[in-house]
């Protein structure tokens, strides 16, 4: 095959050598759903879906895959491994329905001398035999010569001659697989350079293993060496570290090499997702193309140049994986991100506001805390709630609670410039607070007002991680008021809520008071229940 082959053939061996993962069986109406994806939406070349003689689950998968394909006239795309075994391969891939095998012959001289036991001219012959049958019962015939690599290394002369004694025995792709993964991209290129030269009217495959982390280098490699297809598999999934990924495979051939290929980018997150759920591999959210996360800009110096004029925008645009960028929210964000993100909301913020709503996001970031879009209305909501008063203030609180048990609040709160601590019980732990803090106002004259309204809410989405907004209407002597929260635990965004109830009461009071009555509130440290607090005195501390 020409080096100038402008055309690339990309075979998906996912439900196969992907299916040799630690962990990994696929059923099979999980097989024919992956199979339908690859060549009908991702469009790739080819597949192979199996090993011969593996069960008999594995034929009603191979047979359900053949017959829906042959439908659309793609059975001729659809190639399961077989062995030199006597035939026995042969006829089950027959009896299943198959059109193509893909035979495993020795690739290295060692191999075939110490597994086999054989001569190269035995082994040639019983590939011949096995090729010869394949071809009487209808099959067309790929052969992978096993452990290429390391043979080629060792003892090139065995390749070239078991290459010659099958050259014309119309086998159609001969598959060179760096079986261990122990190949570099410049050893791949020389390797395969001398195959093509040496046999210009053979079509080769490459076969990468991923070992070194030098799966997609090698397969680039190799594409320039010259060969007519590469293999690959959805996610990285195979043998020990896997195979070269179809996603990183196929945007590299077109954008880095050049060259023309089937596949459509539009869904080949959509086979990641597949795989993912069907093998229970789950894959790095940094994943190139198909990661979580690879098209979301963190920093806000990033958000920022794009802003200005795309200037962090690669040929890796988002739009052709029918995905979308997004502007991370957290210790990192700039304005820019905030704008980025409010732009897709289309929210307007004053310039006051946004700066207010960035402290806020910054906040929760330094708490860990992982916000998303969908959470930026609860905290502008917040945000644009406060008044920024600051006469009462929640400095711990501990709440336990357990199953056919009341639970227990014990707090420590600033009123003005001094500090209380309380415990109360209640059913559930707003309750416990509650009646932990109507226990502190009573001692200086106060009352919390009546609940009349209280709904909680969590972005769409359903993350059970996700930031949770508490609105609560109280009935107030100047009549009803509403106060939020946003805390990622429910109970401590009704708090949140309770505490703003508070300072905009304590506001009111002490405008109404300060000049008439003097101080509000009593002694510091006052103790408002006398029971011990929680057993340790940091359980279950936490910051509204």
Request: hydrophobic share 40%; net charge negative.
């Amino acid at each position: 095959m020409s080096a100038n082959r402008r055309y690339m053939q990309i075979m998906d061996t996912t439900l196969r050598d992907g299916e040799q993962t630690q962990g990994v069986s696929f059923s099979a109406d999980e097989k024919v759903s992956v199979a339908k994806v690859l060549l009908e939406q991702v469009r790739v070349d080819r597949i192979e879906i199996a090993s011969a003689r593996v069960s008999s689950g594995e034929a009603a998968a191979v047979a359900q895959i053949v017959a829906w394909a042959a439908q659309r006239d793609l059975a001729e795309r659809v190639e399961i491994l077989g062995f030199i075994d006597g035939g026995q391969s042969v006829d089950w891939i027959a009896a299943a329905g198959g059109r193509v095998i893909n035979l495993l012959a020795k690739g290295s001289e060692n191999h075939c001398r110490r597994q086999l036991k054989k001569t190269l001219e035995q082994h040639a012959a019983d590939v011949r035999e096995s090729v010869a049958h394949a071809q009487a019962r209808g099959l067309s015939v790929n052969l992978y010569l096993e452990d290429w690599s390391n043979g080629y290394r060792d003892d090139p002369g065995y390749v070239f001659a078991l290459v010659e004694r099958l050259a014309d025995s119309g086998i159609g792709h001969f598959m060179l697989p760096d079986t261990l993964g122990v190949m570099t991209p410049e050893q791949v290129f020389a390797g395969v350079s001398d195959m093509v030269r040496r046999f210009p009217s053979l079509w080769f495959d490459f076969h990468p293993h991923n070992d070194y982390g030098l799966a997609t280098a090698n397969v680039l490699a190799a594409a320039r060496a010259g060969v007519a297809a590469v293999h690959c598999t959805v996610n990285c999934l195979g043998e020990r570290a896997g195979n070269a990924s179809l996603a990183e495979v196929a945007v590299n051939l077109r954008d880095q090499l050049g060259l023309e290929i089937g596949i459509d980018e539009r869904h080949l997150v959509r086979a990641s997702d597949l795989v993912e759920y069907f093998s229970g591999k789950r894959i790095a959210d940094n994943a190139p193309i198909v990661g979580e996360d690879v098209f979301t800009q963190t920093a806000g110096i990033h958000a920022d140049g794009d802003k200005k004029g795309s200037l962090y925008h690669s040929r890796l645009s988002p739009e052709r994986f029918a995905r979308r960028r997004t502007y991370a929210l957290g210790k990192l964000a700039g304005k820019a991100s905030l704008a980025k993100n409010l732009e897709r909301l289309e929210i307007d913020l004053s310039e006051d506001n946004q700066r207010k709503v960035l402290k806020r996001i910054i906040e929760l970031g330094d708490s860990k805390k992982t916000i998303t879009t969908e959470d930026l209305p609860f905290i502008i909501a917040e945000v644009l709630e406060s008044k920024d008063y600051d006469h009462a203030e929640l400095l711990a609180c501990g709440l336990s609670s357990s199953l056919d048990l009341g639970s227990m609040a014990n707090i420590r709160v600033r009123l003005g410039d001094h500090a209380y601590t309380a415990v109360g019980t209640g059913n559930g732990g707003y309750d416990a607070f509650t009646s932990a803090l109507s226990k502190i106002l009573k001692k200086q004259g106060l009352a919390l007002p009546q609940l009349i309204d209280y709904e909680v809410r969590i972005p769409r989405g359903g993350r059970t991680d996700a930031l949770t907004d508490c609105s609560i209407m109280w009935q107030t002597e100047e009549g009803e008021l509403r106060t939020r929260g946003v805390h990622a635990n429910q109970v401590f965004a009704a708090i949140g809520a309770t505490m703003r109830m508070l300072n905009i009461l304590m506001h009111r009071a002490l405008g109404e008071r300060k000049s008439a009555e003097g101080p509000l509130l009593e002694e510091p440290d006052r103790i408002a229940d006398s029971r011990e607090p929680l057993s340790s005195p940091t359980a279950g501390i936490a910051s509204v």
